[in-house]
T-cell receptor, first 110, second 114 residues
């Protein structure tokens, strides 16, 4: 998978819901990851989708459509600490490497 | 909770010098990785390592780079002769298995080449 596309920046209000979209090339696809990265810190694993559908984990959910080469990360009940970059990454068959998008910088305002 | 640890957190070096970045992966993990992130850019894969061998490397990982697992716990990235464009955040990651498994990242080493 190459050419991961995701929006560069998004803003939202505390308590709201935000959806961060990601598209990728479908050939050889073998899994889609979402990581959170606060400025100057390590990427922290959020979710992994390999089958179509929605994976829910607390306030965060991730969706995958393999036929469309599309995923989104849904963040509910936003908190100020959710202000961070959200990195979409995919992996292809027969490779260990993750291919990252540029990340979406989310700013949560009070 | 187990974590990947990296040292130092910040390394400043002169162009042409050798640097060694150190990582201690999570103890039961078998696959190790190095990625880098130039300021304001994407996280990029450099190399993966399993069973004391490089399993995959990117075009960035040229002859100036090498990796080693000198003992049972450390995993190192060496840059033989640093260039200005090597300035970046270098992240180590590890996973239990390879494909289909989660890669856990360390906090990174910021390398500044002057």
């Amino acid at each position: 998978g190459q050419n991961i596309d995701q929006p560069t920046e998004m803003t939202a209000t505390e308590g709201a819901i935000v959806q961060i979209n990601c598209t990728y090339q479908t050939s050889g696809f073998n899994g889609l990851f979402w990581y959170q990265q606060h400025a100057g810190e390590a990427p922290t694993f959020l979710s992994y989708n390999v089958l179509d559908g929605l994976e829910e984990k607390g306030r965060f959910s991730s969706f995958l459509s393999r036929s469309k080469g599309y995923s989104y990360l849904l963040l509910k009940e936003l908190q100020m600490k959710d202000s961070a970059s959200y990195l979409c990454a995919d992996r292809s068959y027969n490779t260990d490497k993750l291919i990252f998008g540029t990340g979406t910088r989310l700013q949560v305002f009070p | 909770e187990p974590e990947v640890t990296q040292t130092p957190s910040h390394q400043v070096t002169q162009m042409g010098q050798e640097v060694i970045l150190r990582c201690v992966p999570i103890s039961n993990h078998l696959y190790f990785y190095w990625y880098r992130q130039i300021l304001g850019q994407k996280v990029e894969f450099l190399v993966s390592f399993y069973n004391n061998e490089i399993s995959e490397k990117s075009e960035i990982f040229d002859d100036q780079f090498s990796v080693e697992r000198p003992d049972g716990s450390n995993f190192t990235l060496k840059i033989r002769s640093t260039k200005l464009e090597d300035s970046a955040m270098y992240f180590c990651a590890s996973s239990v298995w390879s494909q289909g498994d989660i890669q856990y990242f360390g906090a990174g080493t910021r390398l500044s080449v002057l």
